[in-house]
Nanobody, 125 residues
Framework: QGQIAESGGGLVQPGGSLTLSCETS????????MGWFRQAPGKEREFVAA????????YYSATVKGRFTISKDNARNIVYLEMNSLMPEDTAVYFC??????????????????WGPGTQVTVSS
């Protein structure tokens, strides 16, 4: 019954910045870990970042660590992905997702049961 909707995607120049938002409803956002994934054409869905529900602990893939920052606002049920120093390799559809259980248990997409429709991020000159 829960719903997830991403927004904030667009066309960005290499080296630029963009912040994505993930609005949620219908589930206990404050209890759930939330994750960001991305998928480029012809490739599998890739883990980007996650934040835990209770402690706000964060996890990042090696390719984005130091450039991206995940955060959330429990009062507004929104999770953010701040992306800096963007590169063409970051071009993908970005998805926000919640796991089937509250806890973060790893970067595998199969552990996430609730997904938004995605938002396109294109990094190009």
């Amino acid at each position: 019954q829960g719903q997830i909707a991403e927004s904030g995607g667009g066309l960005v120049q290499p080296g630029g910045s963009l912040t994505l938002s993930c609005e949620t409803s219908g589930f206990r956002f404050d209890m759930y870990a939330m994750g960001w994934f991305r998928q480029a054409p012809g490739k599998e869905r890739e883990f980007v970042a996650a934040i835990t529900g209770l402690s706000d602990g964060t996890y990042y893939s090696a390719t984005v660590k130091g450039r991206f920052t995940i955060s959330k606002d429990n009062a507004r049920n929104i999770v953010y992905l701040e992306m800096n120093s963007l590169m063409p390799e970051d071009t993908a559809v970005y998805f926000c997702a919640a796991p089937s259980t509250y806890s973060y248990t790893g970067p595998s997409a199969v552990r996430y049961a609730y997904w938004g429709p995605g938002t396109q991020v294109t990094v190009s000159s």
